[in-house]
């Protein structure tokens, strides 16, 4: 009979305690990793990986590295591997994203933790309506990349301690300055009116 030494992974018949089949929510990002072996399994499309790369690169991680990860974080681990193995990204492409994803601006949040979406309505103010309309009048005179531009381009305090129209207001305030349309000196002169109006 032949022996072998089994990988670290392997621990068939080793003293483990009693498994507790419980439940519990996933976070985003190992949502987005379940996705992501799906789609390249080719359940949904062409296969670009197998299941047996994903469980080859998992059991060849080494007994540290295997034991200090968590369920996904080998999968995602794996996933890399393998297509760098397979040719369809390299390396340096991988580091390029990877250090885009880290310097990328504050108001990127994408795949950052940031609780549950509940797509609820509301209300709308009179003056967040006056800055939609203001938005649709301006459409040919300031793009909606420019208006974004303006909204990522504030400093990440002032980004997260105004509402949702208030970056829109400041954002068309810039947009028309650059444009020539207005001056700061008009749109200040504006400014002092109203206040004075209120007061």
């Known amino acids: ?13 080793e003293p483990a305690g ?7 929510d996933y976070a985003e990002w190992e949502r987005r990793v379940d996705g992501l ?22 059991e060849a991680l080494g007994p540290q590295v295997y034991d200090s990860t968590t369920y996904y974080e080998r999968w995602i681990t794996s996933v890399t591997q393998t297509l ?21 601006s504050h108001h ?3 795949g950052l933790p940031a609780g549950k ?16 309309a203001l938005a649709v009048l301006l459409n040919t005179k300031v793009t909606v990349d420019e208006r974004r531009k303006h909204i990522e381009a504030l400093p990440p305090q002032a980004y997260d301690s105004l509402a949702y129209y208030e970056r829109w207001v400041i954002s068309l305030g810039q947009a028309l ?15 002092e009116q109203v206040c004075s109006r209120s007061s």
Do not use: C
């Open 177 to 191: 300055i650059q444009r020539g349309l207005i001056t700061t000196e008009e749109l200040g002169r504006k400014m």
């Open 18 to 24: 009693k498994v507790e089949p419980t439940e519990h």
């Open 117 to 132: 979406v509940e797509p609820t309505e509301h209300d709308y103010a009179d003056w967040e309506r006056r800055v939609d």
């Open 84 to 104: 760098i193995q397979r040719g369809i990204v390299t390396s340096e492409e991988l580091g390029r994203k990877m250090t885009e994803v880290q310097n990328r």
């Open 37 to 58: 072996v799906v789609l390249l399994t080719g359940i949904l499309g062409p296969k670009l990986m197998t299941v047996d790369e994903l469980r080859k690169n998992i």
């Open 108 to 110: 990127d949040m994408g």
């Open 1 to 13: 009979m032949t022996s072998f030494a089994r990988g670290h992974h392997d621990m068939g018949g």
